[in-house]
């Protein structure tokens, strides 16, 4: 599927000016860059303009003028992604979402909050802790909600929570013709026609741009602890993973980290890991009594399969400090390996596969004789392999892998990318996963965006 595009031109410039405001559109090299450019290794974007409209009457007026005028449009969150998601691949207007983030209305009483796409999910949480609520999912940097919608972005609380697409109600999105829809519903319960919202959720502004979302919210927990616990083996660190998914305890996080992650977030980030294959795992409970329990039961299984030293925390600080260590695990990397660049992989498969993935990251990456970094998700079957590289020759090494990974992942009943989305670094695995149903995927993109302005370039191989 090919679509003709037109170059973004002075008077598209006026008119769009006339929709958003003269100080709303910019094509100065300095804005131009920080919108062609994202957290990933991909090649820069080409966006001829940034726009930041206020309203989601000024996105869906834009999205007209763009489609009635062959504009591609590719929809800007803050650019932590990691795949190329929100970079342009054939021009136009980047759509910058960033001055959309208001809270509209948090409805405490139903456990929900209505936003712009705009406010970063740690914004967003730091003025609900007044309500005592938050919103789960947490991939880590300060992504927008907008972002983690059209990306479907998880983290390390999905095992508990789930995904995005787990906690949203409602959404309203503006079409490529121009039109604003609502989708979903704030009722919990929805059995009424087509599911419009999950459709849209995940599909990378490939279908719509989203301007508003009603979001589930959970109470803050009144007792957290945090559990750390090192394994003489990988092996024997994912088989725990399958064995405290398999005990009927319900951990708000469980992470895997290779011994050579523990090593550097140890000796350069101030963790008392050793430099063994380790598990993190956090717990929530509103009784002591339940917290113990689960403690001891995770104790119990660690210690079955050989773990060399089990630690327990109940204090928020230092549990606060892990997870931040964590989170920043990815930043302490790249700060000591300089001159080099990262590729970061990121597949998921069932948990009783996960072993089976682990073992054959392990056997290929040894076959090749390279350096890589494990972390992830483990509670939820995602893996992130995170490949140092310095030049061309190195970059196809690893890219090589990871198609590699990806293949045996989908193989094992999983998927090319768990959370981080397709964007253009995942789309040539697209046939393999998803088959005779990325026909039908090209259906409904073509019945909603018959001039494929919106993102092209992403999810489908060949779509420009």
Same mark, same amino acid.
């Given at each position: 599927? @090919?679509h003709?595009?037109?170059?973004? @031109? ?5 008119a769009? #000016? ?9 094509? +100065? ?7 062609? *450019?994202?957290?990933?290794?991909? &090649? ?12 989601? =009457? ?15 449009? @590719? ?10 998601? &929100?970079?342009a +691949? ?15 209305e ?7 909050? @209505? ?26 940097? %300060? ?13 390390? *609380? ?9 906690n949203?109600?409602k ?8 039109? /604003? ?40 927990p ?15 660190a ?6 405290? #998914? ?18 550097? /977030? +140890? ?15 956090? $717990?929530?409970?509103?009784? &002591?009594?339940?917290?113990d ?5 995770? +104790? ?7 773990a ?18 964590r ?20 597949v ?5 596969q ?30 992130h392999? =995170? ?31 768990? =959370? ?9 695995h ?5 088959? =005779?149903a990325?026909?039908?995927m #090209? ?11 919106? %993102?092209?370039?992403?999810i $489908?191989?060949?779509?420009?």
């Amino acid at each position: 599927m @090919t679509h003709h595009f037109n170059p973004f @031109t002075d008077a598209d410039g006026d008119a769009l #000016r006339a929709i958003v405001g003269a100080d709303n559109l910019s094509t +100065r090299g300095a804005d131009l860059d920080l919108h062609n *450019r994202d957290q990933s290794r991909h &090649p820069m974007g080409n966006a001829q303009a940034v726009l930041w409209p206020q309203t989601a =009457e000024q996105v869906a007026a834009v999205l007209r003028y763009c489609n009635d005028h062959r504009i591609p449009v @590719t929809p800007w969150g803050v650019g932590t992604s990691l795949e190329a998601n &929100p970079l342009a +691949r054939y021009g136009g207007v980047s759509l910058s979402l960033e001055k959309m983030a208001r809270i509209l209305e948090v409805h405490a009483d139903d456990f929900q909050v @209505t936003v712009e796409p705009g406010i970063g999910h740690k914004d967003l949480n730091a003025q609900l802790a007044r309500y005592g609520l938050f919103f789960p999912p947490d991939p880590g940097a %300060n992504a927008t909600i907008g972002g983690m919608l059209a990306n479907n972005a998880a983290g390390i *609380r999905t095992v508990k929570y789930g995904a995005s697409k787990d906690n949203v109600l409602k959404m309203r999105v503006a079409l490529a013709d121009g039109r /604003l829809i609502s989708v979903g519903s704030r009722s919990i319960k929805q059995s009424s026609g087509y599911d419009l919202l999950h459709l849209l959720v995940g599909s990378e502004g490939t279908l719509g741009v989203i301007t508003q979302a009603t979001l589930k919210l959970v109470p803050v927990p009144s007792l957290m602890s945090a559990v750390i616990a090192s394994f003489p083996s990988v092996q024997a660190a994912v088989e725990a993973v399958v064995a405290v #998914r398999g005990s009927g305890l319900d951990p708000a996080a469980l992470e895997f980290i290779d011994a050579k992650q523990s090593a550097l /977030l +140890r000796d350069h980030a101030g963790v008392d890991l050793e430099e063994k294959p380790t598990l993190l795992m956090e $717990f929530h409970a509103v009784l &002591p009594a339940a917290l113990d329990y689960g403690l001891e039961q995770v +104790r119990q299984i660690c210690e079955e399969l050989g773990a060399s030293r089990i630690k327990t925390t109940t204090d928020n600080a230092e549990r606060t400090k892990l997870w931040a260590v964590r989170h920043h695990a990815y930043e302490t990397l790249v700060r000591l390996h300089p001159g080099y660049t990262f590729l970061i992989d990121d597949v998921a498969v069932p948990i009783s596969q996960y072993p089976a993935l682990i073992g054959y990251v392990e056997e290929i990456v040894a076959q090749h004789g390279i350096r890589a970094y494990m972390k992830g998700h483990a509670g939820d079957g995602n893996i992130h392999c =995170e490949f140092p590289y310095k030049n061309a020759e190195e970059l196809a090494v690893v890219e090589k892998i990871n198609d590699l990974i990806v293949t045996k992942a989908i193989e094992l009943g999983g998927t090319a990318t768990g =959370e981080h989305g397709v964007g253009t670094g995942k789309a040539h695995h697209m046939p393999h996963e998803h088959g =005779e149903a990325l026909e039908v995927m #090209r259906g409904i993109k073509a019945t909603l965006d018959p001039n494929g302005i919106l %993102n092209p370039g992403k999810i $489908f191989p060949d779509v420009g």
